[in-house]
T-cell receptor, first 117, second 116 residues
């Protein structure tokens, strides 16, 4: 059973370009979470999605950021018109049900390192 | 607001020795969960150990154990018989025991180096 797969592993964008980060959850997992890790910081929650629904986007910046988890295919975190401050590692996690941390069923990917020039 | 503080940014230990990583947190919740995650150079976040706040007994997982002091809001991780593969960033994390445990709150992390 493959783990949570994120690609690309590294992504370089120039200011003003768009960044699209992909996350394929573990098989059988229908809940996806995105976290951001700024340099020298811990991970910070961004958004929680189930298939075709955004459940909690309280950690997502109001502008330029969006996320989706379609019925088919990976979850996508999209950042429009990137700025240098968006440079960070973006982690995806998945679980088979809600409240995953309390049941030890939350699994993380290896992240996408976004560098904005 | 819920916060997690790891005051030691970096530590080193000799192989086979014991090391303790400190973590404090702040919350008004009565029931919650605490975690230690390991992030090796591969960058993947790996769950090391988990503690339920309503359980007085400290959690243990092989060479890893915690010292949970609820009144002091302290949650330290002890690694016994340190191995080279333990070299990694270690993050302390918290989540309330309610709907929404996917919203983990992480500390800034601590870099542990195990020397041969």
């Amino acid at each position: 059973n493959a783990g949570v797969m994120q690609n690309p592993r590294h992504l370089v964008r120039r200011r003003g370009q768009e960044a699209r980060l992909r996350c394929s959850p573990m098989k059988g997992h229908s809940h996806v979470y995105w976290y951001r890790q700024l340099p020298e910081e811990g991970l910070k929650f961004m958004v929680y999605l189930q298939k075709e629904n955004i459940i909690d986007e309280s950690g997502m910046p109001k502008e330029r950021f969006s996320a989706e988890f379609p019925k088919e295919g990976p979850s996508i975190l999209r950042i429009q018109q990137v700025v240098r401050g968006d440079s960070a590692a973006y982690f995806c996690a998945s679980s088979p049900f809600r409240d995953p941390a309390t049941n030890e069923k939350l699994f993380f990917g290896s992240g996408t390192q976004l560098s904005v020039l | 607001a819920q916060t997690v503080t790891q005051s030691q940014p970096e530590m080193s230990v000799q192989e086979a020795e014991t090391v303790t990583l400190s973590c404090t947190y702040d919350t008004s919740e009565n029931n919650y969960y605490l975690f230690w995650y390991k992030q090796p150079p591969s960058r993947q976040m790996i769950l090391v150990i988990r503690q339920e706040a309503y359980k007085q007994q400290n959690a243990t997982e092989n060479r890893f154990s915690v010292n949970f002091q609820k009144a002091a809001k302290s949650f330290s991780l002890k690694i016994s018989d340190s191995q080279l593969g333990d070299t990694a960033m270690y993050f302390c994390a918290f989540t309330p025991d309610q709907g929404g445990s996917e919203k983990l709150v992480f500390g800034k992390g601590m870099k542990l180096t195990v020397n041969p």
